[in-house]
């Protein structure tokens, strides 16, 4: 039986990861389940552990190849194990933001895996997280952003090591990349998700490998939704039977311009121009 073709689903937050896997769900080639997975932290997770292992390293003295080599196998083996029951299915798919940072670790394990990265236009990203930081104000963030203004917040949100700012410079650190590995990656911008659905999802899957298929955008299943407690509720991953078009978010003048400002290389490169 032929390996499945291993895609991750990454990128940006509130961009429609929760929609696309449910796209990519409809087509009977692919395994995927939905949720964001564990499997990106884990193996990351083996690397940290078994570069501070002292017998491990002791190994690579006397015989570098022979155990870099069966560090390679155990990690490729437990990626292909963690997808053990993908049946007849050509592409598994497994999401998780950590993906395009991990990207020349994936692809050194599993040389032919994909990324989908999901984009979104920024200010509505933080608006879609504000909003429903309004809906739930009685509870904090899991990083207490609850007491911050709403500048304040935006200004947290897109820091760094936060939830818009890391996978931001992730994504300008794919100006970077090889073009062998830029050839694994599939951009979607929401707004061309939900705007050209059927358009979309058809050109993805071509690009995938994968039989023809179309999608009835007023037909869809709704899969078990994925946990939101974790996340405090400020960051829902509802499903729907339809594809509706989100009603825009309102977004204070002074914040859309200093996010436009800071990343304006991101409206540049994804969008070509501003979009408020």
Request: aromatic share 10%; net charge neutral.
């Given at each position: ?40 932290n ?50 598994v ?25 999901c ?91 994968l ?35 989100p ?30």
């Amino acid at each position: 039986m032929a390996t499945p073709t291993f895609v991750g689903v990454t990128g940006l937050p509130r961009a429609g990861s929760t929609l696309l896997c449910q796209l990519l769900a409809q087509h009977p080639e692919i395994q995927c389940e939905g949720h964001s997975s564990p499997l990106c932290n884990t193996l990351l997770g083996i690397r940290r552990m078994i570069s501070d292992d002292q017998f491990f390293l002791s190994q690579l003295d006397a015989s570098f190849e022979t155990s870099y080599a069966h560090l390679a196998s155990a990690m490729r083996g437990f990626l292909h194990g963690w997808y053990h029951d993908s049946g007849e299915h050509r592409v598994v798919i497994d999401k998780n933001r950590a993906w395009l940072h991990a990207v020349e670790l994936l692809l050194h394990i599993e040389p032919e895996a994909k990324l989908i990265v999901c984009l979104r236009e920024l200010g509505q990203i933080y608006g879609s997280i504000e909003a429903q930081h309004q809906r739930t104000i009685l509870v904090d963030f899991i990083d207490h952003l609850a007491d911050y203004d709403r500048f304040g917040r935006a200004d947290a949100l897109f820091a760094k090591d936060r939830v818009i700012g890391a996978p931001l410079i992730a994504l300008q650190a794919v100006l970077d990349l090889p073009d062998t590995v830029k050839q694994r990656l599939y951009f979607v911008r929401f707004e061309d998700l939900i705007a050209q659905p059927v358009k979309c999802m058809s050109h993805l899957y071509a690009w995938l490998g994968l039989s023809p298929f179309e999608i009835d955008p007023d037909r869809l299943t709704a899969r078990k939704q994925e946990s939101d407690s974790h996340y405090r509720m400020k960051y829902p991953h509802r499903q729907s039977t339809r594809i509706v078009t989100p009603a825009p978010h309102a977004v204070p003048a002074r914040i859309q311009k200093q996010i436009e400002t800071v990343w304006a290389w991101f409206y540049r490169l994804y969008y070509g121009e501003r979009m408020s």
